[in-house]
């Protein structure tokens, strides 16, 4: 499993491809994971921007994809023992979807349980289908070192906000940088990383993204736009 560290966000993560990959004959050589994007995403998408700057990306999604599907916990443990760069958090997809379908979250509870020293962070848009939701809720919320956060937008209808909140659901919204609350009102917290500009703030903020494991509290992080 390839994980890179970002100095952006201070911490490893690691990749999937959010659209599918084919060869030259139309042969499909990786699935993309974004399948619950919104309509939102795609033209907002600061990844499309770097397919088309580095088109070795397509590439590397390939591998990336390979190997997100057939990774193990304890194989993720090794590699972050080997790292120069020692962090008590990783990230899981800084492009692509952490959860697309239900073998995700069996794979991020073996994750989580293998490595109990490390606290991930884990945004998604897998929320957007109910029956996954509620299979997230049930599996992955107990697990006490997984930041998990639904990502928003300004497509995210007050219903959905409403049955996020009551769920016990962490937000991470992005698309309207002088929105204040939540359309329920609520406060969001802006992201001290994008708004102020501190490269590699995640790997020690509190308040934000990580504020379910660092704090025992649910947050709306407020993210500005790339």
Not at 67 to 86: C, D, F, H, M, Y
Not at 87 to 109: F, H, L
Not at 180 to 186: A, D
């Amino acid at each position: 499993m390839e994980l890179r560290f970002c100095d952006d966000i201070g911490m490893f993560a690691w990749d999937r491809p959010i659209d599918n990959v084919y060869d030259t004959k139309g042969k499909l050589l990786a699935s993309g994971s974004c399948i619950h994007a919104t309509e939102w995403c795609k033209p907002n998408c600061y990844n499309e921007k770097l397919y088309k700057m580095y088109p070795n990306m397509r590439t590397k999604d390939i591998r990336n994809e390979s190997q997100w599907q057939n990774v193990t916990g304890r194989e993720i443990k090794a590699i972050l023992s080997r790292k120069k760069k020692p962090t008590k958090r990783a990230r899981g997809c800084t492009r692509g979807e952490n959860i697309k379908d239900y073998e995700d979250i069996e794979r991020w509870v073996d994750i989580a349980t293998e490595n109990p020293d490390t606290d991930f962070w884990v945004p998604i848009r897998g929320w957007r289908d109910i029956f996954l939701r509620k299979e997230i809720e049930r599996v992955l919320f107990p697990i006490s070192n997984l930041a998990i956060l639904a990502s928003t937008d300004v497509t995210t209808t007050e219903k959905e906000w409403q049955e996020l909140k009551e769920a016990g659901w962490s937000t991470m919204y992005v698309g309207d940088d002088e929105l204040e609350n939540t359309p329920l009102g609520e406060r969001m917290f802006k992201c001290p990383k994008t708004f102020k500009k501190l490269k590699g703030h995640c790997g020690i903020c509190k308040a934000g993204c990580f504020k379910s494991i660092t704090l025992g509290q649910a947050v709306d992080v407020h993210l500005s736009q790339h």
